[in-house]
């Protein structure tokens, strides 16, 4: 019966992915689902429920543990303010899912079902926050191919709060920045007249050293209690996962199928030659071919990725009696749109755009990427007229990107304005906005004024917003609105 459960709940997700309205582009998220909307409620009982216990009789060892727990409490609560977090119900399904499998399978180490944050940062990675609190990052679940993948995550992360590491490394910190043995090495240090900051920085470095490989011991204790958890769960354990984790941070290093310009094409841009290339040695002091695969160990607070696959290789259940269950491909379209969204609203436009050229090369560019394309060419060349063009660019050094990326940053630098206006105003005049939605194209009236009114004043400006809101109160675009000014 438990089986039977398993597979129609599996089944029942992965319909929620594979059928949306024919006629529309997908949606990654509505505006009700951003986490200052959707945990309004929740926010104010975590507040209540992080209020930091009374651990220590030293009374100023006492107040800078709560200093440092109050600064966790305060980061959670303005992630969830500043819309840090999304509930798109059809992720938040299909991760919790997963997450209920583990805790059912372990009541002894899992009492409740811990709250789950999904973190709209493309980074690789999950995280875990103490008090039964754990995020996953979007990053990671556009990344992961297999769901046991995302169950290895969760059961990571899982392991560190059941471990309790997120609390003793707080106690430890308070102990320590409160220690007579610190405070007399800082005040000697203070004191003294010569070479202050060199020995100032040789105490924070040993801190430092010792802490991070405190780190990586928790990271092994957790890598091992996950793979407990996930037997115990009956979730293939595949150790290969690890291996995956070296390519984590390489996204942008993925080359384009084609040349740059042909994706330029395929979003009605024309691009001149002169602005993909740049002269000297651009942004590099050294001579680089993108021709280089080495990158330095993806998660850094992590043991090397081929040490973890060496340890808990004897451990490993797989191949199984169950198959590797892949993620449903609409899921890693949602993901990664929203990925997109998120790069947009926080003004790194490159990247935002690579990854709808990325998307191209999967076959899965449709409508909303094309809007999103000309939004995204507009944004630019209202960072150009604040004055902040170089912000929105994000540049990114080219040790980490592919050549590709590197022309489309050129372009974006080196475009001429007069040329960059042109373009905008003729992306807003293509024949697909007949097809996109009310909300796309009264989003992109929104922009137009903004780019290419004479004046707007902040009434007009207050205007535009509210007659948004109030005809599209559950469109993503409110975002956007709710940052101008």
Not at 218 to 230: I, P
Not at 347 to 359: G, H, K, P, Q, V
Request: glycine share 2%.
């Amino acid at each position: 019966m438990q089986i039977f459960y398993r597979i129609i709940v599996c089944l029942s997700v992965s319909f929620i992915f594979m059928a949306p309205v024919a006629g529309q582009s997908l949606i990654p998220v509505n505006y009700s689902e951003f986490s200052k909307n959707s945990m309004a409620k929740q926010r104010d009982s975590l507040k209540a429920a992080l209020a930091c216990p009374v651990i220590f009789t030293k009374k100023e060892t006492q107040k800078k543990y709560k200093e440092i727990w109050d600064a966790r409490t305060d980061y959670i609560l303005e992630s969830i303010n500043d819309n840090r977090f999304i509930q798109q119900p059809a992720l938040h399904q299909y991760v919790s899912q997963i997450l209920r499998e583990l805790v059912n399978a372990n009541p002894t180490l899992l009492k409740t079902m811990p709250l789950l944050l999904i973190d709209r940062s493309p980074a690789v990675n999950a995280y875990a926050m103490g008090n039964n609190i754990i995020a996953v990052n979007l990053g990671f679940l556009s990344f992961a191919q297999y769901r046991e993948e995302i169950a290895l995550a969760l059961a990571h992360e899982l392991a560190h709060n059941i471990l309790n590491h997120c609390e003793n490394s707080m106690k430890e910190r308070a102990e320590l920045l409160t220690s007579e043995e610190y405070l007399n090495n800082i005040n000697a240090i203070l004191d003294s007249k010569y070479e202050r900051y060199t020995r100032l920085k040789k105490i924070l470095d040993g801190y430092s050293y010792g802490s991070a490989k405190h780190n990586r011991y928790h990271e092994g204790e957790a890598d091992s209690l996950a793979v407990v958890m996930l037997k115990k769960s009956n979730i293939t354990f595949n150790p290969a996962f690890f291996l995956r984790l070296d390519s984590a941070d390489l996204v942008y290093k993925t080359p384009l199928q084609s040349d740059l310009k042909s994706y330029l094409t395929a979003v009605n841009f024309t691009a001149d030659d002169a602005w993909l290339r740049k002269g000297g040695k651009g942004l590099s002091s050294k001579k680089y071919s993108f021709s280089q695969e080495e990158i330095s160990d993806s998660l850094k607070t992590h043991p090397d990725c081929v040490k973890r696959y060496e340890k808990l290789l004897p451990q490993s259940t797989f191949p199984g009696k169950q198959p590797l269950t892949a993620v449903p491909a609409q899921f890693e379209v949602v993901t990664n749109k929203a990925i997109i969204w998120t790069l947009f609203i926080n003004s790194n436009l490159t990247s935002a755009l690579y990854r709808i050229f990325l998307e191209k090369d999967k076959g899965t560019f449709d409508l909303w990427h094309q809007v999103m394309a000309s939004y995204i060419f507009n944004g630019l060349f209202l960072a150009d007229k604040r004055l902040s063009r170089f912000n929105a660019i994000n540049i990114r050094s080219k040790e980490y990107i592919s050549s590709s990326y590197y022309e489309l940053q050129n372009m974006f630098e080196q475009i001429p304005r007069e040329s960059l206006e042109t373009a905008c105003k003729a992306s807003f005049n293509q024949s697909f906005w007949q097809q996109a939605k009310g909300d796309d194209k009264s989003f992109r009236s929104v922009l137009s004024s903004l780019n290419f009114s004479e004046s707007l004043s902040q009434k007009e400006l207050n205007s535009l917003k509210k007659d948004f809101e109030q005809s599209y109160s559950e469109s993503i675009y409110r975002e956007f609105l709710e940052q101008l000014k």
